[in-house]
Each structure stands twice: as C-alpha cells, then as structure tokens.
C-alpha cells in the first residue's frame, strides 16, 4: 500500500534508456528499476470521452462504440460518456473515428504496461 509504480514510455535508443534508468536510480524514492520489452509486454490506455449527443446522432455514437467495444458510462440528455479500454493504436483509431462528433471533454491516461508472463525482474511480489 506504500509503493505506488510509475510507468514512463521512452522513444529512444539503449542510450537513451541507459541514461533514464541511471538518473532514475539515483533517487532516494526508488526502489527498483526495470524496462519492458514492447514485444513481450501487454500495454493498455484508457479513455473517458464526453460528447454531445442529441436524438440525432445517439444511435451512430452508439455503433461506433460497438465496434470498438466501448462502453457506454453516462447518459444525459446532451452528451454521452464513453470508456474504451485497449493499446494506444485502437485509441488513437477509436478518437479518428469520433472527431465528426462534438468533443466535450477528454481524459487520456497515457500507457500502463506489464510483462508478460511470470517475470523474475518485474514480479513484485518476489521484492
């Protein structure tokens, strides 16, 4: 309950990751350090999306949350909240889709991810 665990996406070289793990591990806070393979980790983002809905357009907002299988959280008159759970390239391709419609609001947590697997590196409850 005492630990909290950040993720940082790095779009670099090894020296680049080098450097951010060295500076990283220099701080009294950490505890422990690792980089993920893209390859062989599960990445997730989430979306929460409010948009103006009136009779018109409900029905196709709704479809296109279908197809991506987002859900449907909040219901108003005006607007509808969607949720959409998934790796960053189904979002950006889930918000392409949506920008015909009026954004109210956007949250967008950015990437969380964890290893594949039982890993010896990253299984926390092995620290």
């Known amino acids: 309950p005492a630990i909290s665990r950040i993720t940082i996406v790095v779009d670099g070289d090894s020296r680049i990751?080098?450097?951010?793990?060295l500076q990283t591990a220099k701080l009294i806070e950490t505890r422990k350090i690792f980089a993920l393979d893209q390859a062989h980790s599960?990445?997730?983002?989430l979306l929460l999306i409010k948009l103006a809905a009136n009779e018109e357009n409900r029905g196709s907002i709704r479809e296109v949350a279908e197809i991506y299988k987002a859900k449907i959280i909040d219901l108003s008159p005006t607007s509808m909240v969607l949720e959409l759970t998934g790796e960053?390239?189904?979002i950006d391709?889930?918000?392409d889709v949506l920008r015909q419609y009026e954004i109210l609001e956007m949250c967008r947590t950015g990437?969380?991810?964890?290893?594949r697997g039982v890993?010896?590196?990253?299984?926390?409850s092995r620290s």
């Open 17 to 21: 990751l080098e450097q951010i793990i």
């Open 93 to 95: 391709g889930f918000l």
């Open 111 to 115: 990437i969380t991810a964890l290893a």
């Open 119 to 124: 890993n010896q590196e990253t299984d926390s």
């Open 42 to 45: 599960l990445l997730r983002e």
């Open 88 to 90: 960053p390239e189904k």
